[in-house]
């Protein structure tokens, strides 16, 4: 667990250290500034690698006055380098913090069991040429190359859903002509990593200011989906050994979503001390797993036949081939016309990976160290070649595995409010920070590549199907709590008359809004999956990458600004966004004075400080929502007043028993 400390002191108020630096008047300080600080003290005195966040504001200002056409080529990589390089040491030194246990073990089985899961399709689909080791080498491949030289050591990579679509597809598409997988696989890759350094060098990712939840949250909706459809389709197979094997396969992995979930809400519970909720929320998913892996073996279930994960030869391919692809192989045309494919996949890339990025550093997450996107992207080009160059899935981020990882290395407190307060003895439960770390990531990873010595491909052969399809619905179910549109569609069929005035959603006087706005994103998903669903699979990255410009040009048309701050909010802080030039569309606004008001707030700026328990709500301080399973979003717009500043101030001297850590 986390150490505490005898003093706590809240965010928003101003350091003692702070108030002798000659100032006139106490100025607020915004959620950047304190990062700052933060940054600052993590740094030797004086060292000129410091970071700025003013600097770096100004020299994004400056850059923005450049014509729109003009390109500074390998701006951006070595703009995120300067940033993320002073923190490189203490990425490491800062893993020495228990939530990093947990975190690797959680991770080690969300990532692995789910791949190889996916990797069952892909060995259907397209004769074996992809297996169990091909999944786990990808996963190894991601996992040791981005924790150890990204700049967003957080997000968690490997084989996702989607690039299975892909590759069955073109399996589909390309085999019938006669043209080697491999080779043509092999020149998609260096095809992709040439298109993804075009991209990093000429600053492309800058287009992400655009991105907003409208796009992620349709995208993250698709994933869930996928993982449900994925699930489902593992119970289907189950019936070509029996029906006693698929009504138990049925059986367990409904039991290993409804002990999972149980897990996870009382980990969110006031139930057990703090130390055995929290136990039982970090490690019920994989105590899960073990457990009716082992299950299935009681009684008369032993007599039964159960379908088991297929694997191969420790560290060789599942085929009888090499690790290196002879590229050379194929025919010239062949190699031409891997380019539209592999455009296609650095559009899946470009969006699939970043918004994986952007999601697990969202703005629910108090974070002190910058984001890359450029230099992130540059090593995703080199992934994807590595990959096709070895025979192997293309590796890149995972939703929702990323933002699981940033939710697993949280470290929360509970605040109790002052005894004067109108809801006095009320507690809530607020993130305190993040450990920003690169040894989880790199340890989930090393397990991986572990798991392919010949003894532990046996373990995972014990483990029936029915328990990863249980595992891909507690995935899915976990995935689609979090998202806004679940969340939009659950506040439409509340009671008018009992929805608490303090969600921001009441403040939006035309609901028809809501629904328009629902319905367009739904209509995205259902585009995106329909299309998956046809020979036309691998086409279907462009309808992703389409919904940005339609949030960014034409809801305008039909939304006042008003309804779109409340309906959508970019999916990154400002301190996030800064390696992509800021948040479209976000203005500059001057700091105010104290007694000042809050009008000249912007709302990211409200919800950022809302989400780090910052703020409360008029005249209380506003008590937060319980966190669903891993990866829900504490999402509060409320502003401060005075009031509630001098509140805060008087809570910031109080003794420790109103504050305890969790």
């Avoid at 990593?193 to 060098?201: E, N």
Wanted: glycine share 8%; with cysteine.
């Amino acid at each position: 667990m986390a150490s505490t400390t005898e003093t706590y002191t809240l965010p928003s108020t101003p350091h003692p250290s702070r108030q002798t630096r000659g100032e006139s008047s106490y100025r607020p300080k915004k959620a950047w500034q304190s990062r700052l600080s933060f940054l600052r003290s993590k740094q030797p005195t004086g060292s000129e690698e410091q970071l700025s966040r003013s600097n770096t504001r100004q020299s994004t200002a400056s850059s923005r006055k450049d014509e729109w056409w003009r390109i500074h080529y390998f701006q951006g990589m070595i703009n995120d380098i300067r940033r993320r390089a002073p923190f490189y040491w203490s990425d490491w030194k800062d893993a020495w913090d228990y939530r990093v246990v947990p975190a690797t073990v959680y991770m080690y089985f969300a990532n692995i069991l789910p791949a190889l899961a996916f990797s069952l399709d892909m060995f259907a689909k397209t004769k074996m040429s992809f297996g169990v080791n091909e999944v786990l080498l990808a996963s190894v491949l991601g996992s040791v190359v981005f924790s150890i030289a990204a700049a967003q050591p957080l997000v968690i990579v490997g084989v996702t859903g989607p690039i299975t679509v892909f590759n069955y597809t073109v399996y589909d598409i390309i085999v019938p002509r006669g043209t080697n997988y491999f080779s043509f696989m092999c020149w998609i890759g260096l095809w992709s990593l040439v298109m993804h350094w075009f991209l990093a060098i000429t600053n492309a990712c800058n287009g992400l200011k655009y991105v907003t939840r409208f796009s992620c949250d349709t995208f993250g909706f698709y994933v869930a989906f996928i993982y449900l459809q994925k699930g489902i389709q593992v119970l289907t197979r189950q019936w070509s050994t029996g029906d006693a094997s698929a009504y138990l396969s049925i059986m367990i992995a409904l039991l290993v979503l409804g002990v999972a979930y149980i897990g996870g809400v009382i980990g969110n519970s006031i139930l057990f001390h703090r130390i055995i909720r929290k136990f039982i929320e970090d490690y019920a998913t994989p105590l899960t797993v073990i457990f009716f892996t082992g299950f299935v073996h009681i009684g008369k279930m032993r007599d039964i036949e159960l379908q088991k994960l297929p694997v191969s030869k420790a560290f060789f391919p599942t085929t009888d081939r090499g690790w290196f692809i002879d590229f050379w192989h194929i025919d010239v045309g062949d190699v031409f016309i891997a380019i539209p494919f592999a455009i296609l996949l650095t559009i899946l890339f470009y969006f699939d990976h970043n918004v994986s990025s952007l999601i697990a550093q969202g703005t629910e997450f108090p974070l002190r160290k910058p984001a890359g996107f450029h230099w992130d992207l540059f090593l995703l080009g080199l992934t994807t070649g590595v990959a096709g160059l070895l025979g192997i899935p293309f590796p890149n981020g995972l939703i929702p595995q990323a933002p699981f990882h940033t939710n697993a290395l949280c470290v929360t407190r509970i605040v109790s409010d002052d005894d004067e307060s109108e809801a006095k003895g009320h507690t809530r439960r607020v993130v305190d920070h993040v450990v920003e770390q690169r040894v989880s990531n790199l340890a989930q990873g090393l397990l991986t590549l572990g798991t392919m010595t010949g003894p532990l491909l046996i373990v995972l052969h014990l483990i029936p199907q029915g328990v990863l399809a249980g595992l891909f619905f507690v995935m899915g179910i976990q995935a689609l709590e979090a998202n806004g549109i679940t969340q939009k569609l659950v506040f439409l069929c509340k009671d008018k008359a009992l929805t608490p005035g303090s969600d921001p959603l009441k403040r939006i006087e035309r609901r028809q809004a809501i629904w328009y706005f629902v319905a367009l994103e739904l209509f995205g998903f259902g585009a995106t999956f329909a299309i998956t669903q046809t020979i036309a699979a691998i086409g279907f990255p462009i309808i992703i990458l389409a919904l940005v410009p339609v949030r960014t040009w034409l809801l305008p048309y039909y939304f006042t600004q008003a309804e779109l701050n409340v309906l959508d909010a970019p999916t990154a802080s400002k301190f996030t966004m800064e390696s992509v030039g800021g948040v479209h569309g976000d203005l500059e606004i001057p700091v105010v004075g104290e007694g000042g008001e809050n009008e000249g707030r912007s709302s990211l700026e409200d919800g950022d400080e809302a989400e780090r328990g910052e703020v409360g709500k008029k005249n209380d301080l506003e008590p937060s929502s319980s966190m669903p399973n891993r990866g829900a979003a504490l999402r509060r717009t409320s502003l401060l007043s005075e009031r509630e500043g001098m509140e805060l101030k008087s809570l910031r001297t109080r003794s420790r028993s109103n504050v305890r850590p969790e």
